[in-house]
């Protein structure tokens, strides 16, 4: 009875991932405690997982990123490689994005690119941004470091059977694959849409401006006494005073004469401020002025507004900023704005006060698509010592002359003791709710074993493909561990993938490693739906695609990507 339960429990956690009704990490968690309170593991092995030496790596790794983002490298090469014809512009681009992305982490290497092809205005982005995600990611599962993917089944491989995959494990299979599923994506990149960019007078088509008339009772009272806060479908976002705007606006702002009142949220309702006397609508006399602080962003996925209405975060306190529009692929929300709940890969259009670029929360939460702020970048001697030094730890490691961890810590040290990255930065970006779900998912993936559930599963893949053989069992799971990518995050389903496909493996007497590695490139395997998958959801609002636009592109490429992966990985890595 027991096993079955675990099995149930299973199928509970994956149901409230694919609904998204609670975090990852709050559902990981929960079952792993769940899980010790029952006695399926006990205590040091929960502590254990957490403090595994493959997930160490990779949470260094990510920690190290932060300073390899900010060398002036990514944004010196996005403005080389939109030269040429559209074709030329597009190859170029997923070359260098594959090539980065096989070392660098591939959400920094696309919001590198992010910006500058949203800013420029000679190729449409619509027609670059799908082939650069699925570029970063075709180059991710070349190598170990690639993709956290990939470092996460090294987790398990280490939790489970005892030994670390190597840095170029992942080359001899990705290599070829990512190679035959280029040809296929620079072909149907040609038939993604041609969105134009959305210029600035189409954002402040956001903006609603009335006039305040010298002799109105409004004057001389403050935003909150004049009731200008609870309007129906309208936010009070910013006031221009004598050529200077104030914003964001604070419920004590005293309204002074000639004031000019900016409204943003259901513009359409215009009749809400009919009640207001000595309020004046008006022309577009202050479109200049209110272009000049328009910042436009994706919400990252390491953002704590996910799940969060404007409201709900004080948006405005936050981050000194008015929200001025909202939108979701190619989708501009309407309605109440600060009662929307935002998503991972929204597109906001802020309008910033002038003290935006100090707050410290800025790149956690936010990828810059245009505007004038930039991010902080490194020194030109800072960045070649720290390219430098990672090279050299990947080279050593590849070379298994120094651990990748142990590299990894040393040129940590060395970036907080040059100043590079300080400890109040590592603290803001730790990705505290990676380690929770790879530490639970070792965790559960230990009662999956001790429970007898593990083997349950195992002897239902064999019953399910009785008289087929073991290859049989390697593409049910490869083709179990994609439609999971598919439908819950690539990590989460490499964590409850892996656990079965080595349970199947030792079922059928078979060496593990090529169910290993069908768990690795079928987790990396998400083209078809945007939600899988941080890059797509970075690109997914600035490029105004559907989710037909992902789905065009990414089956032929996943099919050519898959076919690859399961004539490949046998041959490479016998049974």
Known sequence: MLPWMVLFSLLGLLALLIGGWVRPAI???????????????????????????????L?????????????????????????????TATARLMGASAVLSAFLNNTAVV????????????????????????????????????????????SFALGRGGFELGMFQFTLVGIPVALLTFGVLLWRARRLPAHPPEDTEE??????????????????????????????????????????????????EI??????????????????LQRFPGLTLFGHQADDLLATNLVEVVVSHESELAGQTLQDVDFRSMFNAGVVGIRRGGKRLEGQLGQIPLRVGDCLVLAVGSDFRQHRNIERNFHLLSGSFKRPQLKRTESMLTLAGFAAV??????????????????????????????????????????????????????LESSGAAALLAQGMQTLIAGYGIYA???????????????????????????????TAQAFGADPMPFVMAVAYGASACFLIPYGYQTHLMVYSPGRYRISDFIKTGLPVSLTYSAGVLVLTPVVFPF
């Not at 559902?27 to 997930?55: I, K, M, R």
């Not at 309204?255 to 809400?272: I, M, N, R, S, Y």
């Not at 490869?478 to 079965?500: G, K, Q, S």
């Open 27 to 57: 559902a990981f968690v929960g079952l792993a405690g769940a899980y010790l309170v029952l006695g399926l593991v006990d205590t040091p092995t929960l502590l254990a997982q957490y403090t595994n030496p493959a997930l160490a790596t």
């Open 394 to 447: 990947i080279g050593l490691a590849a070379l298994e002359l120094l651990p990748l961890f142990h590299g990894l810590l040393l040129l940590m040290a060395g970036l907080v003791a040059g100043k590079v990255l300080s400890p109040a930065e590592l603290r803001r970006r730790f990705p505290f709710e990676l380690w929770l779900i790879i530490g639970s998912a070792l965790a559960i993936a230990q009662g």
């Open 473 to 503: 069992a390697f593409v049910g799971c490869y083709l179990m561990t994609l439609l999971l990518t598919e439908t819950v995050t690539n990590n989460a389903a490499a964590a409850l993938a892996f656990p079965i496909a080595w349970t």
């Open 111 to 154: 919001a590198a690119f992010l910006g500058a092809i949203s800013r420029q205005q000679r190729i449409a982005p619509s027609r670059l941004l799908i082939p650069l995600s699925y570029a970063s990611i075709l180059g991710g599962v070349t190598t170990l470091v690639g993709t956290s993917t990939n470092l996460v089944v090294n």
């Open 59 to 87: 949470l260094l790794l990510l920690l190290v990123s932060l300073a390899l983002e900010r060398t002036p490298l990514l944004d010196w090469l996005s403005q080389r490689l939109l030269t040429g014809s559209e074709r």
């Open 255 to 272: 309204l002074q004469a000639e004031d000019t009142l900016v409204f943003t949220g259901e513009v359409g309702k215009v009749q809400a």
């Open 203 to 252: 954002k402040l088509s956001y903006f609603l401006a009335a006039d305040l008339e010298a002799d109105s009772e409004l004057v001389g009272k403050s935003i909150e006494e004049n009731q200008l806060r609870s309007l129906e479908g309208l936010y009070l976002l910013e006031i221009e005073r004598e050529g200077r705007l104030l914003s964001p606006v604070g419920p004590d």
